[in-house]
């Protein structure tokens, strides 16, 4: 397989509430190759976002932590990095784009200024030179007036221009990773549809890495090399697309392909929904934490928690049901 | 809309304005008692001829309606009428004119302070919320709203000027130095425009402790407001996305929340100046500085209507004045606002 | 957050701070003037500075050190008159024709000079302005003057000013003697010569900046510009902030000591102690009630004044019930309890009052009783007067808005008459001046606070208003005795002798014992405060604030 890009290994992040504390992330392990594209799925509230901040650490502070863990990027352990020279990182190596795009940019400054700043800030240009990159980020991104649209403010342009605009502002400084955290969610159809189209392409003419977060696994299927599917925190598994959906393993990656009614459902019982609910991530269950909803579940799975189990070529799974199978 | 016409769209919205205020104040102030017998005072008690012909004098017997309308026909020649006999019967614009400036230029300075110390301090406080310079800044906004300004200004003279000599107990400028040119009216600006340096630093060293008293409860407030609307700007989206640009803490601080930080601010420090040009009272008493404030209590106290009615007109002009100002610095800081 | 920003933000709030501190003391500080410049400090701003129009102490306590009288007194006694402007003066056998011999060789600040024609302008300038507000109609000075009641009844057009003109009621007998023709006997005159409103003005002065009117006092040259004979010479009226004067230096006596005078407004009184305690105020005159602030100043003595020409009392209406009755009256004067008051009120100073003129005039009689508290007596009277529990009656009392003294009285007076159980119930109300004076002309309120400063210290300037039913203060509390009015207007001022005069005015303030028309409760002390190095100063009555003349460090 190709080189590692990124790689997270145990990563905890920890939010301190009033309530108590909440265990957002359970020990992450992830590899990003370069180049390759990787979803993230999972329902609301297991984690995706948080990881995808604890990357770039933007994890704020009260009332967010990360209490363990290492990510490797370039050599070096972001987590150990001082400040400054994370700031160097970000927008510049990694870059990020965010679900809402309406709220995402700055009300008060114009596209143009917000996406020549970030080029200013990194590559060190001249505000005229750093404008002009900016309107050829634009038209890179297949907006047809650049021009006007670099000198509009975000409330002057609709939500799938303000998400082109924020790709181009992430693009801007050629990172080595994307992070994006389900960017088509606010918007309708046909306008991710083209979101998504330009983001395929992106990956052929500039060779970045992309995490893609999402809760839809169509999105999955049609954009990613690999998926990796969260719950609760955890990564429970984590395989080549193609295998994930002709072979699910762990039930609930099981669960997850069965609850979509077009997708081919061989090994699934019936339509199925996950019964229970989200755990509560203050008092998480001990061992699997999937192991009150699991109709698997066995007596060990309230006791440990399961390691990676490899159950097929580039495709583990964090479950004793493959305990069999090969250690990761 | 074009920012001129816009301006004189508002200012033209003024007249009826001043209009209803001229209205009210008329018709409430009349029915305090006989103005007359206001003017004459204990010591010509019984005087029925004087107060007669003060009467005859100033259409006094007139129904109030036709009385009114007297005084809006003068109103539209710029002539406010006559003050009462604390003012020893001049003109009500004179007055004006000489006290007016001086409150304005307290006003102008203690909003100053509020501002320059308000909004960083504000600023701190939502950066370091829940830590010490919070906690700090918190207890002192709070001393800040709820001191007495008698006392206030007591103390303030009595430490900064009687033990330690560092500004003057009160008034506008030494006896020794003459006032500069008169422009605004305002010592200190009037000072710097004539180019008279030394005067200027005499005049600011008089109108610290009293501008600074003034300003103070508007400094508290912006404090907290500014603190507030940080905190909320700072959950903001956008602020995340300045940092994941890679954007230093002070860049994201100064130049991303600020800007939106301060549209709720703007609109208090509006407001609140039209309260600094009429709550100054009791800072130009402790202070001895012949404002505006005085004037209109004194006014009060005599029952000169002349006298009371140019004070409203004049406060509510400014009032109107300084929240369309803060109406036009709303169009720069916030792009999305129109006129209209 | 990173500490950079930290500091960046600290940094800005120090710079603040520093530069407030170094505009506070880098700045030149004036230099200390080495001649002795002299610091007043008021309460008020005078509403003008024509003392011709102005009928106002705090316009006067300026005036008085810049313009001069024909008369004024030999220290602070005023029963030894001397000449200011004048030298010398003679009356007619029925004081009605008084002539005045002036100082030659006087000048007026403009440079012109002092003589016969200026005191005509002046006296013919008071009267012709005809200010209803003003001292000449208020204090009677017009009226006293030949023909003047006739101007003033008049429509004041130019005919009629002519007319009073041709009675040559002040006369130019050549340029050092004056002579005034007076409507009436009046044997105080030269007193009127020393009150301030008769200062004489400069002719020339104003003519030549721009003339007054008849009948037209609302704007004159002379209230913001002065010109005057006397130690002061105007300089400027900053309106609320200060007025200075710089000295005399061709004043006809020796010049004063002070070169400078500055008089400032200062409102509040814990910032006047202030102020004499920095050193930065050499004098100023004081409510009594502000004495206790005073007691911790090290800089300044707060000094008593007794003998003043104001009367304080309580006016109880006789229009109409329960005040027409003579015993309700007595009882109410003996329900006041004047020992407490003077202490409480007054700080223990002020004298009670024998009859209706103070202490220092030539009316005083000592032998007159003062009025007494007598609660039970007095419970007896209103008994008498038909006053019982079953049939409830509300008398209302009042007094200017903010006058703590008199709202003391009210309580004091309250408690005493309601303590009696008769059904009295004393309903205190604290009225704008103006409110006051509506209701009080209508009839409404039973019983009000007075005080009465005279213009002059005459006799007849306290019985007239007080006691003559048809002049201000009788007149509104509906007091008449027949007796008294008669001995006044047919006996007291054609009276041959002084002597003869003092006896009539004591026959007129015994008979007025009897009927109890007032709560007549106190001669108050006025109160000064002096910086302990100035020296010099002494005080009579006509004084209205420090005469700066005498002042030295
Ligand atoms: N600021 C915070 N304070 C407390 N808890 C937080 C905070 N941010 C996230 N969490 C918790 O961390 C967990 C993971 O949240 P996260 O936002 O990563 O979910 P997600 O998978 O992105 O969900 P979604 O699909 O809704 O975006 C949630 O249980 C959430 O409650
Ligand atoms: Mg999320």
Known sequence: ?328 | MKLRDYIIRRILLLIPVLIGISFITFFLSHMIGDPAAAWLGEKTIGQEEAVKAIRAAHHLDDPLPIQYFYYLNDLAHFDLGRTGRNEGGRPVIEALKDYFPATLELAILGMGFAIIIGIPLGILSAVFKDKVPDHIVRVLALVGVSMPIFWLGLILKYWFSFKFDIFPLDGRLPYTVLAPPKVTGMYTFDALLAGQFDTFFVALRHAILPSFCLGLITLAILTRMMRSSMLETLTQDFIRTARAKGLSERKVILKHALRNALTPTTTVAGIAFGGLLSGAVMTETIFAWPGIGRFSVKAIGSTDFASIMGFALLIVLFYVLSNLLVDILYVYLDPRVKYG | ?553
Request: aromatic content about 12%; charged content about 20%; glycine content about 8%.
């Open chain 1, 1 to 328: 397989m190709a080189d590692v890009l990124l790689s997270i290994k145990g990563l905890k992040t920890n939010f301190y509430t009033y309530t108590g504390v909440v265990k957002a992330l359970d020990g992450i392990d992830l590899d990003i190759y370069k180049g390759e594209t990787i979803g993230l799925v999972g329902e609301t509230g297991c984690g995706k976002s948080v990881t995808a901040l604890s990357i770039i650490r933007l994890i704020q502070w009260p009332p967010g932590k990360i209490d363990e863990g290492s990510i490797t990027f370039d050599g070096k352990d972001l987590l150990k990095l001082p400040l400054r020279d994370m700031q160097k990182i970000r927008g510049n190596n990694i870059s990020m784009i965010f679900q809402e795009p309406m709220n995402a940019f700055n009300p008060v400054y114009t596209i143009g200024d917000q996406i020549a700043e970030v080029i200013m800030l990194h590559q060190k240009k001249k505000k005229k030179e750093a404008w002009q990159d900016a309107i050829e980020m634009l038209k890179f991104t297949g907006i047809p007036a650049p021009e006007r649209v670099a000198k509009s403010y975000p409330h002057e342009l609709s939500g799938g221009m303000l998400q082109r605009s924020m790709i181009a502002m992430a693009l801007s400084c050629k990172p080595k990773l994307l992070i994006a955290d389900e960017p088509t969610t606010a918007l309708d159809v046909t306008i991710e549809a083209q979101i998504l189209d330009l983001m395929k392409g992106l990956k052929t003419t500039t060779g970045a890495s992309i995490l893609l977060i999402t809760h839809d696994l169509g999105i999955i299927a049609e954009m990613c090399d690999r998926v990796g599917v969260m719950y609760a925190g955890n990564i429970v598994e984590l395989a080549d697309v193609g295998s994930i959906y002709k072979k699910p393993s762990h039930p609930y990656t099981v669960g997850l392909i069965c609850a979509i009614p077009t997708l081919d459902t061989k090994h699934c019982n019936r339509l199925a929904t996950i019964p229970g609910n989200v755990p509560n991530l203050i008092y998480p269950p001990p061992g699997c934490r999937f192991h009150p909803r699991c109709n698997k579940a066995m007596d060990r799975c309230s006791k440990e928690k399961p390691g990676w189990y490899k159950v097929g070529e580039g495709h583990y799974v964090s479950c004793f049901l493959y305990e069999g199978g090969d250690k990761k």
């Open chain 3, 1 to 553: 957050m990173d500490k950079r920003f930290a500091s960046a933000i600290f940094v800005v709030a120090v710079l603040v701070m520093a530069f407030v501190l170094i505009a506070g003391c880098t700045s030149p500080t004036p230099a200390p003037t080495k001649s002795f410049t002299l610091v007043e400090m008021t309460i008020s701003d005078p509403p003008s500075l024509d003392p011709g129009l102005e009928y106002d102490t705090a316009c006067y306590s300026n005036t008085q050190n810049v313009y001069e009288t024909l008369v004024w007194y030999e220290g602070p006694d005023v029963s030894k008159p001397i000449g200011l402007l004048a030298t010398s003066w003679e009356h007619n056998a029925d004081f009605t024709v008084w002539t005045f011999k002036l100082r030659p060789n006087v000048t007026f600040h403009d440079g012109s000079a002092f003589n016969a024609s200026s005191v005509k302008y002046t006296f013919d300038r008071g009267v012709l302005m005809n200010y209803p507000d003003g001292p000449w109609v208020g204090a009677g000075i017009s009226g006293l003057l030949k023909g003047g009641d006739d101007w003033m009844n008049s429509n004041n057009t130019e005919a009629d000013a002519q007319a009073y003109l041709a009675n040559e009621a002040v006369k130019v007998i050549d340029d050092l003697t004056v002579q005034f023709t007076l409507s009436r006997s009046y044997p105080d005159w030269y007193h009127v010569c020393a009150f301030p409103a008769t200062a004489i003005v400069s002719q020339v002065f104003e003519q030549s900046n721009m003339p007054y009117k008849y009948n037209n006092w609302t704007d004159t040259y002379l209230k913001e510009h002065m010109s005057g004979t006397g130690p002061f010479k105007f300089v400027s009226w900053a309106h609320e902030d200060n007025i200075q004067f710089v000295r005399n230096e061709n004043y006809w006596k020796t010049p004063a000591k002070a070169e400078r005078v500055v008089v400032r407004t200062v409102p509040d009184v814990n910032s006047r102690v202030l102020a004499f305690d920095k050193g930065e105020c050499d004098i100023s005159q004081e409510n009594l009630r502000n004495l206790p602030v005073f007691r911790n100043s090290t800089g300044a003595d707060f000094k008593i004044y007794n003998d003043t020409l104001i009367i304080s009392f309580i006016g109880m209406y006789q229009g109409n019930a329960p005040f027409d009755n003579v015993k309700v009256r007595q009882a109410f004067v003996e329900s006041f309890d004047y020992e407490t008051y003077r202490t409480q009120v007054g700080y223990g100073y002020g004298a009670f009052m024998h009859g209706v003129v103070p202490r220092g005039l030539a009316g005083f009689n000592e032998n007159i009783p003062v009025l007494t508290y007598n609660p039970e007596h007095a419970k007896q009277l209103l008994q008498e007067a038909g006053f019982n529990k079953s049939n409830p009656q509300t008398i209302v009392i009042s007094f200017n808005q903010g006058n703590t003294g008199r709202q003391t009285g009210c309580l004091m007076l309250k408690d005493t008459v309601e303590k009696y159980d008769l059904g009295i119930t004393l309903d205190i109300q604290e009225l704008t001046w103006a409110t006051l004076l509506d209701k009080q002309k209508k009839g409404e309120l039973d019983m009000f606070f007075l005080g009465w400063q005279a213009d002059f210290p005459t006799t007849d300037n306290f019985i007239g208003p007080v006691l003559i039913s048809d002049v201000y203060f009788a007149k509104q509390v509906k007091y008449k005795n027949a007796t008294i009015d008669d001995l006044y207007y047919n006996q007291y001022f054609t009276a041959k002798s002084d002597a003869e005069r003092k006896q009539i005015s004591d026959q007129i303030q015994m008979g007025y014992l009897a009927d109890y028309p007032y709560i007549v409760y106190l001669q108050p002390a006025a109160g000064y405060a002096v910086s302990k190095n100035i020296k010099g100063y002494q005080w009579n009555v006509m004084q209205s604030g420090f005469m700066w003349y005498d002042l030295y460090k």
